[in-house]
Nanobody, 114 residues
Framework: VQLQASGGGLVQAGGSLRLSCAAS????????MSWYRQAPGKQRELVAT???????NYPDFVKGRFTISRDNAKNTVYLQMNSLKPEDTAVYYC?????????WGQGTLVTVSS
């Protein structure tokens, strides 16, 4: 299984970006997909999770601003990020739990200018 993330870039504070992560491979069952981020000098942190039953999880610092969604037919998960702040600047990583195995995608850089 491979995860391909895309959609990062440079945006001004208050702006929006949408990240995408497509899972490819053969014969897999996605248990959950998430987005994490890692800012320079900081630990990687969870940003959003969507589980196979459709349940969602967000940490407080993105609630009301970020929305995770998925397209099951495309095995793709999206992260819509609104009202971006400079502190949202980080490398964003796609993560998937598939058939009990953890997978990470390559990071995509999000830079929010003030």
């Amino acid at each position: 299984v491979q995860l391909q993330a895309s959609g990062g870039g440079l945006v001004q504070a208050g702006g929006s970006l949408r990240l995408s992560c497509a899972a490819s491979g053969r014969d897999f069952s996605i248990n959950a997909m998430s987005w994490y981020r890692q800012a320079p000098g900081k630990q990687r942190e969870l940003v959003a999770t969507i589980r196979s039953d459709g349940s969602l999880n967000y940490p407080d610092f993105v609630k009301g601003r970020f929305t995770i969604s998925r397209d099951n037919a495309k095995n793709t998960v999206y992260l819509q990020m609104n009202s971006l702040k400079p502190e949202d600047t980080a490398v964003y990583y796609c993560y998937a739990l598939i058939s009990g195995i953890r997978y990470w995608g390559q990071g995509t850089l999000v830079t929010v200018s003030s």
